[in-house]
């Protein structure tokens, strides 16, 4: 089927704290939805089937409670499938949003998804219910070809989100289509966790996802279009990811990727939106990751010999790396119950520092939960002191295989190449209770390659 994803550099409010009337709310957004308008257009015409928008594309950000209040559109959540905003207009009130999504949708012909915040009236009787009397929800719209409105789902991982509550159960939010089956839907920081992203896909069995975000870039292990990959590999899933466009605030990385494959867009150099369009396959039945090749066991002698290990701050966690000199070896570095391993081999040696890195714990550091990590990165500089740091270049190539004994199913194979590029593993998966990734040469100088474990239940 034909995917459209619209990386949005939106139009924000200059003060998103100050009260305002629902007019000029209103008007604000609608310079938001022109552009839409345009991209929806422009993405029917080139065959799409859906097309889907990024989180916060509409209203912004950085709102309190009680500022974005004018910004909020009704949506019911129960009415799935029953309403047609654009042809029942005056069914509910506050609903120009979600009303002008289902007008492009239908004029289109076109399944459209995009993100927006709603309100929803709650009694006093009810004990989750809010002292202003209603709840405020990050909710994202499913709407049909027709402009029917599908699925909504209400954010449940929300990442300082002031302005949004969190619904009291997690939304399992999908919707189905004639040209590839069901997709799952879910938002931003939903995704490192197992309710309701993870747990949506294996109750449903659901095989495509649509993924609204406002990502904000970390590397070496969180890029927001390396980490979807990742997502798409680890559960063998097509993912429609649809970033926001703020470079300043580090925040770019969309696009449209099947576990073999990604169309990708990342730019941290130039303004405006951008559009992506690409035919993929849909996905039916589980292929089975490639395990021939055995990963060898690390020899006594190589344990031995061994580098010295050392601790560095990396995305604020406390991991203790090796450092991966000369042209090949093999090393061995442990934390807590998990210990990783490396072969590896350069073609050429550079005057790069690489480090092998583990670290088996609570991430505490904007948002709370446990994390397993193997991985292979690519230092700031020659110092011990600079692994870990963010860095977007690099020219060795390097032969390896990275696996370690993880203590999670949850691994989320992470492969990125300079100039935030993306590459995919040989081969991966388990053996012998270990998760291993391996490639030979990779399309051009290697950032990361890491195993990216998450132990939900010690979250």
Same mark, same amino acid.
């Given at each position: 089927?034909?995917? @459209?994803?619209?990386?949005?550099?939106?139009?924000?409010?200059?003060?998103?704290?100050? *009260?305002?009337?629902?007019?000029?709310? *209103?008007? !604000?957004?609608?310079?938001? $939805?022109?552009?839409?308008?345009?991209?929806?257009?422009?993405?029917?015409?080139? +065959?799409?089937?859906?097309?889907?928008?990024?989180?916060?594309?509409?209203?912004?950000?950085?709102?309190?409670?009680? /500022?974005?209040?004018?910004?909020?559109? %009704?949506?019911?959540? /129960?009415?799935?499938?029953?309403?047609?905003?654009?042809?029942?207009?005056? *069914?509910?009130?506050?609903?120009?949003?979600?009303?002008?999504?289902?007008? =492009?949708?239908?004029?289109?012909?076109?399944?459209?998804?995009?993100?927006?915040?709603?309100?929803?009236?709650?009694?006093?009787?009810d004990p989750g219910c809010p002292p202003d009397g209603r709840y405020q929800f990050n909710t994202n719209v499913a709407l049909a070809a027709d402009g029917a409105l599908l699925a909504t789902y209400r954010k449940h991982n929300l990442y300082f989100e002031y302005a949004?509550?969190?619904?009291?159960?997690?939304?399992?939010?999908?919707?189905?289509?004639?040209? @590839? +089956?069901?997709?799952?839907?879910?938002?931003?920081?939903?995704?490192?966790?197992?309710?309701?992203?993870?747990?949506?896909?294996?109750?449903?069995?659901?095989?495509?996802?649509?993924?609204?975000? @406002?990502?904000?870039?970390?590397?070496? $292990?969180?890029?927001?279009?390396?980490?979807?990959?990742?997502?798409?590999? @680890?559960?063998?899933?097509?993912? *429609?990811?649809?970033?926001?466009?703020?470079?300043?605030?580090? #925040?770019?990385?969309?696009?449209?990727?099947?576990?073999?494959?990604? %169309?990708?867009?990342?730019?941290?150099?130039?303004?405006?939106?951008?559009?992506?369009?690409?035919?993929?396959?849909?996905?039916?039945?589980?292929?089975?990751?490639?395990?021939?090749?055995?990963?060898?066991?690390?020899?006594?002698?190589?344990?031995?010999?061994?580098?010295?290990?050392?601790?560095?701050? #990396? =995305?604020?966690?406390? %991991?203790?790396?090796?450092?991966?000199? +000369?042209?090949?070896?093999?090393?061995?570095?442990?934390?807590?119950? !998990?210990?990783?391993? !490396?072969?590896?081999?350069?073609?050429?040696?550079?005057?790069e520092l690489y480090a092998l890195g583990v670290f088996d714990g609570l991430h505490t550091v904007h948002g709370t939960y446990y994390v397993q990590a193997c991985a292979l990165v690519k230092c700031g500089g020659l110092s011990f002191s600079t692994c870990g740091q963010?860095?977007?270049?690099?020219?060795? $190539?390097?032969?390896?295989?990275?696996? +370690?004994? #993880?203590?999670?199913?949850?691994?989320?194979p992470l492969l990125l190449t300079s100039g935030i590029t993306l590459d995919f593993a040989d081969h991966m998966g388990w053996k012998n209770n270990h998760y291993f990734l391996s490639k030979n040469r990779t399309s051009s100088g290697l950032l990361t390659a890491a195993?990216?474990?998450?132990?939900?239940?010690?979250?």
């Amino acid at each position: 089927y034909v995917a @459209a994803v619209y990386e949005h550099e939106s139009i924000l409010s200059p003060t998103p704290a100050a *009260l305002v009337e629902r007019r000029s709310a *209103l008007e !604000l957004m609608g310079r938001n $939805l022109d552009i839409y308008e345009q991209q929806v257009l422009a993405a029917a015409r080139q +065959g799409a089937q859906i097309i889907v928008f990024p989180e916060d594309g509409i209203h912004g950000f950085n709102f309190t409670r009680s /500022s974005i209040y004018p910004y909020l559109d %009704f949506v019911p959540h /129960s009415h799935s499938g029953k309403w047609n905003p654009c042809r029942e207009p005056y *069914l509910f009130n506050d609903t120009e949003v979600v009303q002008r999504l289902s007008c =492009m949708a239908l004029k289109n012909k076109i399944f459209l998804v995009a993100n927006l915040g709603t309100k929803q009236p709650c009694e006093r009787w009810d004990p989750g219910c809010p002292p202003d009397g209603r709840y405020q929800f990050n909710t994202n719209v499913a709407l049909a070809a027709d402009g029917a409105l599908l699925a909504t789902y209400r954010k449940h991982n929300l990442y300082f989100e002031y302005a949004f509550d969190t619904p009291a159960e997690p939304d399992y939010a999908f919707f189905d289509t004639p040209f @590839a +089956g069901k997709f799952g839907m879910f938002t931003c920081f939903d995704i490192l966790f197992f309710e309701p992203a993870v747990n949506l896909i294996k109750q449903y069995n659901l095989k495509q996802i649509v993924y609204p975000t @406002a990502w904000m870039n970390q590397l070496p $292990l969180l890029s927001a279009v390396e980490f979807q990959q990742a997502f798409a590999t @680890a559960f063998n899933v097509n993912i *429609l990811a649809a970033n926001i466009h703020h470079p300043t605030l580090g #925040m770019t990385g969309s696009g449209i990727y099947t576990p073999v494959k990604s %169309f990708i867009y990342h730019n941290m150099e130039s303004y405006g939106g951008k559009l992506i369009v690409a035919e993929i396959p849909v996905i039916t039945a589980d292929y089975k990751t490639n395990l021939e090749k055995t990963p060898g066991r690390v020899s006594e002698k190589g344990k031995e010999q061994s580098p010295p290990s050392f601790y560095a701050e #990396m =995305m604020y966690d406390n %991991f203790t790396f090796v450092p991966v000199w +000369g042209e090949k070896g093999e090393l061995q570095v442990c934390a807590n119950t !998990l210990c990783c391993y !490396l072969n590896y081999r350069r073609a050429v040696l550079t005057d790069e520092l690489y480090a092998l890195g583990v670290f088996d714990g609570l991430h505490t550091v904007h948002g709370t939960y446990y994390v397993q990590a193997c991985a292979l990165v690519k230092c700031g500089g020659l110092s011990f002191s600079t692994c870990g740091q963010e860095v977007t270049d690099a020219t060795a $190539l390097i032969d390896f295989q990275l696996w +370690g004994n #993880m203590s999670t199913p949850y691994i989320f194979p992470l492969l990125l190449t300079s100039g935030i590029t993306l590459d995919f593993a040989d081969h991966m998966g388990w053996k012998n209770n270990h998760y291993f990734l391996s490639k030979n040469r990779t399309s051009s100088g290697l950032l990361t390659a890491a195993l990216y474990g998450r132990w939900y239940e010690k979250d």
